[in-house]
């Protein structure tokens, strides 16, 4: 399974959480937009977490034509109670989300870690984060940790979207207990290299980047932040491909 994650960061990655496997009961999905889909789960015992860091699903008893697990950030933060993830499900959707899809309540699937270094560290006192559509998930879970705990860390979220934002009414509400948090909501990649380039030049290897969506985005992103001379141990990314 794990073997055909990949990723462009450098950092070394910690597998042993994926060990831990967790059944969960559907509760109910949420549709967010045209094609983006919330599905929400509960357990009688959440297991530990950080926010940010993602899980492999399975859905044990289906059939399930091709890849039979998914990688998902868990968008809920631990003091919610719940495993939240966010998927588009495009008009002609893989098997795998077609039974995603046609979950009913109380229908039980398989979740191995979550794990992951996609989560804030106590080394970090300023964050610029980078969200590339359904690459909200992570960001969505780190700022909801953040408004629980009253966070005070310096944190900037660019996120781009071409159609609606995607938990825009709750990351606005969490904006409001937040001084620190910055939200700049943009629509295209020229939007997002403007707002990074004011934050690399105020902000250089004193901030922390991280980069969650589609891979080109990640590598154009990666590739752009180290030309312009940021640290690689400063960059930090979702370490699969494809939501």
């Known amino acids: 399974m794990l073997d055909v994650i990949s990723r462009v960061s450098l950092h070394p990655i910690d597998y042993s959480g994926a060990l831990r496997v967790t059944a969960l009961s559907f509760k109910e999905k949420i549709q967010e937009n045209d094609n983006t889909y919330s599905f929400l789960f509960t357990t009688p015992k959440l297991p530990g977490w950080k926010a940010g860091q993602h899980a492999i699903f399975t859905l044990p008893g289906a059939h399930v034509a091709g890849k039979t697990w998914r990688p998902f950030s868990v968008a809920s933060a631990p003091s919610e109670g719940i495993i939240r993830i966010g998927t588009i499900i495009p008009p002609e959707p893989s098997s795998f989300k077609q039974r995603l899809i046609a979950l009913q309540p109380g229908n039980v699937i398989r979740m191995f870690g979550p794990y992951g270094e996609l989560y804030i560290k106590p080394s970090m ?72 380039l004011k934050e690399v030049t105020e902000g250089g290897n004193n901030t922390h980047y991280l980069l969650s969506g589609a891979p080109g985005m990640i590598e154009a992103l990666r590739r752009s932040l180290q030309e312009q001379g940021v640290r690689s141990g400063r960059i930090i990314n979702d370490p699969f491909k494809g939501y």
């Open 125 to 196: 006192s300023k964050v610029v984060a980078v969200a590339g559509g359904i690459g909200i998930t992570p960001f969505r879970s780190i700022i909801a940790d953040m408004a629980d705990m009253d966070n005070d860390i310096d944190f900037h979220l660019i996120y781009s979207a071409k159609a609606s934002h995607v938990y825009k009414a709750e990351l606005e509400n969490w904006k409001l207990k937040l001084p620190h948090l910055k939200i700049t909501y943009t629509t295209t990649a020229d939007e997002v290299n403007a707002v990074l």
